[in-house]
């Protein structure tokens, strides 16, 4: 536990300044004007840089937990929605360094008010929690004079075949993603964003996860998805600059200019029914995978990082990567190219009410072009997937999240004030 | 569903997989060099021993190639497809028992392909073959699934025949009669490709752009949407795809593995989809289906039962401990000659009832490894 700046150290303190300069590595200063984030290595404790070319959250190295929120906008004044983006901007730089909500905090204001802060992550350090904003197709409505700035991407999902989607846990006009190597850090920080927008937004519906499902840098080894398998091990890595370039960020000429340096994250909550899934043999669970269960080798191959090879036959000429084996019809290959940078989670929510678990992934990609990108491949698996047996998306949100937040600026600027991102 | 016809298959990839360790290192069991050119295939090494053999084919040609390992006869052993120039590709054949093979690359894809003969001694590896036992048990079970077959085409032709003259009350009275048939042997008529879905698939899950046809569209058609102009057409095709199945179904040749993946998936099914009211949505006659994929794994296992009998019997009489329990629960909800509809169940019935449907699984599921012993 090193770099962690303690709560604690911060009570009474005059401003921010003092708290950053204690923060090292998390000031969160631009290097030659572009985002230090993306080299950073958390390993627990410490802070993630908040300011930077590309909001934190995405390619920073996948933390253990996840608290997603997506959020209606109740108040119909644009004025109050651009405040609330500020008010929630200053939370967060202070958040993501360690700190409290805001100055006076849980226990250092007056005892005849409410704590500014809540409190339950007082003493806990960083823990490199991220926050990363985005925008749903409802926000560009007429409420906010936005209609014409929505983004031709931030596309309405198609309903794909298998869907079972529950209307309370879709949509949104905007979401927020806390990730933190503790659980209590990234629910305190939601918490105090909801009850910073009270009034102003309102929740819709929210999300835990835990134990991360994809590796997101090369630094960290592959987790495994409830389903016991290793997931993410081709994933788009935050060291591959010119995949980020090329399947993740929005590139100037994509569309529209203030959403340069942004993304687009699609979320989709995806029951696993784990009890069907655990009552099959090995070998047809590795079928339907297309990878060995225990080294993550694609089948035919000996090794996790072996490339998959969709080409080779067994007895009988047929394929050892079944036709609709799930990493088959998910592979780069099959899709003529597309890839996605995946950042998903495990969750557990109580019980169906028939005697089993609610659990599953809670799948978060982020890519460039929705529609040429998570559409295609999520079709070739609803409609083919043998995986789809044991699946159910009960929850689903597309979001266009800008790019990062400049010093003195706020998430979200260049939608509201015009600056270009990038 | 995933199909039972392919659990085979899939556990011989285990094997690959288990067994790809270090026996496939270097040495005399490494990986055989294979040098592809246009008008050569150099295989390093023409022998190897049973088990795993590795070969690392490299394209040093101009056209894109493949490999095969072929056994007598010109049977596939592995191959490895659309190897391109200065590409270097894996193929990992499990070889079970000694004999004479042929290596073969193929530059441009196509032919005989460059042949070369391979040679494998040492012990055999593979498990006896199904012994006389299960032998029966796959006939006994194929007798099974034609008495079905001919029953789904007798109740369907009936149904069909209600629901074109117009006679609505008739037609819902034979709809979960004829279903009982098709949900009996859901596996092996799931393992007929786009058939399955023309003749059972739910609105909600066929693809787009797929026309929603078979038993679910009439069941809307009766229960909710009212006669459509094309509802006779719709029932016409109904018979023609399951007289397509029926005929399928009777000529399938199943394996002892296959019937004991089929009784766990009929249990799956019931416990995603009959169990929670998703499968029969208008008529909710759900309880009828369930029976249905109850019996048929019964079937299953019943056929299976004096090898697993033989082989673990504290298993045997859990499995029919099991079943007695779920079918006494199920008579519960008997009404005349079917069963309450699922709008009528509460939500504790429901929950006993997935209850008894999941106690039943666990020792299912543990069937399949018995048999292939």
Known sequence: MTGGLPRRRLLGFAGAGAALAGAGAAAGALVGGAASSERVRPTGAEAVPFHGEHQAGITTPAQDRMHFVALDVTTDDRAELVDLLREWTAAARRMTAGQEAAEGGAVGGSPQAPPEDTGEALDLPASALTLTLGFGPSLFDHRFGLADRRPPKLVELPRFPSDDLDERRCGGDLCLQACANDPQVAVHAIRNLVRIGFGRVRVRWSQLGFGRTSSTSTSQSTPRNLFGFKDGTNNIKAEDADALREHVWVAPGDGPDWLVGGTYLVARRIRMHVEVWDRTSLAEQEAVVGRAKGTGAPLGQLAEFDPVDLHVKGAGGEYLVKEDAHVRLASAEHLGGVRILRRGYNFTDGTDGLGHLDAGLFFVCFNRDTGRQFVPMQMALSTKDRMMEYLEHTGSGHFAVPPGVREGGFWGDTLFEGRSGG | ?373
């Open chain 2, 1 to 373: 569903m995933p199909t039972t016809a392919r659990a085979l298959t899939a556990a011989s990839l285990l094997l690959l997989a288990a067994c790809g360790g270090p026996e496939t290192t270097a040495g005399a069991d490494g990986p055989i060099a294979v040098e592809a050119t246009d008008d050569a295939c150099k295989v390093a090494r023409t022998s190897a021993k049973t088990g795993n053999v590795t070969f690392e084919v490299t394209n040093k040609g101009t056209k894109v190639t493949e490999f095969y390992l072929y056994a007598p006869g010109d049977r596939i052993l592995g191959e490895v497809e659309n190897i391109g120039p200065g590409l270097t590709r894996r193929l990992i054949v499990e070889v079970t028992e000694a004999g004479e093979l042929q290596t073969a690359c193929k530059p441009g894809m196509k032919g005989d392909g460059i042949r070369g003969a391979f040679t494998v001694d040492g012990e055999a590896r593979k498990s006896a073959d199904a012994d006389a036992a299960l032998a029966e048990a796959t006939k006994g079970y194929q007798r099974y699934v034609n008495s079905q077959a001919d029953g789904l085409l007798a109740k369907t032709t009936e149904f069909v025949d209600a629901v074109k003259a117009g006679d609505v009350e008739r037609a819902k009275a034979l709809y979960p009669v004829a279903r009982t048939y098709w949900e009996r042997i859901e596996p092996v008529a799931e393992s007929f490709g786009d058939l399955d879905p023309k003749v059972d698939g739910r609105e909600d899950v066929i693809e787009e752009g797929v026309e929603f046809t078979g038993f679910h569209r009439l069941e809307k058609d009766l229960w909710q949407a009212g006669p459509q102009a094309d509802t006779a057409s719709i029932a016409d095709r109904l018979l023609t795809d399951v007289k397509e199945v029926v005929a399928k179904a009777k000529a399938v040749e199943l394996t002892p593995l296959q019937l004991a993946n089929g009784a766990k998936e009929l249990l799956d099914e019931v416990a995603t989809g009959k169990i929670t009211g998703e499968e029969d949505r208008y008529s909710h006659t759900d309880l009828w289906d369930f029976r249905a994929n109850v019996d048929g794994s019964q079937a299953a296992v019943a056929a299976l039962r004096p090898v697993i009998e033989e082989r673990d019997a504290a298993l045997a009489a859990t499995v029919d401990q099991k079943f007695k329990a779920l079918d006494d629960l199920l008579e519960t909800y008997r009404d005349g000659d079917g069963f309450r509809l699922y709008t009528a169940l509460g939500e504790s019935d429901v929950q006993a009832l997935s209850a008894a449907v999941d106690a039943l699984g666990e020792p299912i599921s543990r069937v399949a490894e018995v048999v292939s012993r």
